[in-house]
């Protein structure tokens, strides 16, 4: 499970990103904080893997947090969720090493495909002793010109994670498999799958069995 601390200095606010982050898989908040001294405090006590920053709080300015936490010896990333849609704020979290920016307000879905990100682009640098510049432009969201075209609700980041491993597969791959491959949800995986479909990138065919639907199974070909 992966260590959350949230840090807003709305109670409600903080109340409700808490349980959206509970409701992650994976993922499992320990503790809430909202000021920057007791999330300075709360990281040291707690030690999270992640935590969930917000920009405007009360005594110190979340990108003051995000500074004395680069200071450290306790290693530790951050998410910025906040409603400082300012480009010079958004610049400077970008220079402290956020792993990305939210701006208020989102969905639940929106946090949550986050978490996914961030979760299979760990589990991918624990699992790859070595890694090629392929892996590095996954794991940074670079990507091609296609992805422009991509449809509302789908990001950039996670449609190359789909690809990369569909692309790295030796054999066809249900949605579930794939999934679990890439460390999202089912759901999530196959809208990605369908997407690459459409656009040439992979080939589906079905694979039917004795009883029950026809599985759908995915190959690459971009």
């Known amino acids: 499970m992966t260590r959350v601390l949230v ?3 709305d109670f409600m606010v903080a109340r409700i990103h808490t349980g959206f982050v509970q409701r992650a898989e994976g993922f499992t908040v320990v503790g809430v904080a909202h000021t920057g001294t007791e999330a300075l405090a709360a990281v040291e006590q707690l030690r999270p893997e992640l935590v969930l920053l917000d ?3 009360p005594d110190i300015s979340g990108l003051e947090v995000l500074r004395r936490l680069r200071e ?3 290693p530790v990333d951050v998410l910025a969720i906040t409603a400082a849609s300012d480009v010079e704020t958004i610049r400077a979290a ?3 090493g956020v ?4 701006i208020k307000p989102f969905s639940a879905e929106t946090l949550r495909e986050q978490l996914e990100r961030y979760a299979a682009r760990m589990r991918r640098l624990a699992e790859l002793p070595t890694v090629a510049q392929a892996d590095v432009d996954r794991l940074f969201g670079m990507t091609g010109p296609a992805a422009a075209s991509l449809p509302k609700g789908l990001s950039t980041t996670t449609a ?3 690809a990369g491993v569909l692309r790295e597969s030796r054999r066809d791959l249900s949605a579930v498999e794939c999934a679990e491959l890439a460390g999202l949800s089912r759901v999530s995986t ?5 997407h690459l479909v459409q656009t040439g990138r992979a080939e589906v065919r079905m694979r039917y069995g004795g009883t029950g639907r026809p599985e759908h199974r995915y190959t690459w070909r971009g």
Do not use: A, F
Not at 190 to 194: D, I, M, T
């Open 7 to 9: 840090v807003d200095d």
């Open 72 to 74: 450290r010896e306790h």
């Open 94 to 96: 970008l220079h402290g």
């Open 55 to 57: 920009i405007y709080l």
């Open 190 to 194: 196959r809208r990605y799958l369908e």
């Open 99 to 102: 792993v990305h920016y939210i």
């Open 160 to 162: 190359d994670l789909v």
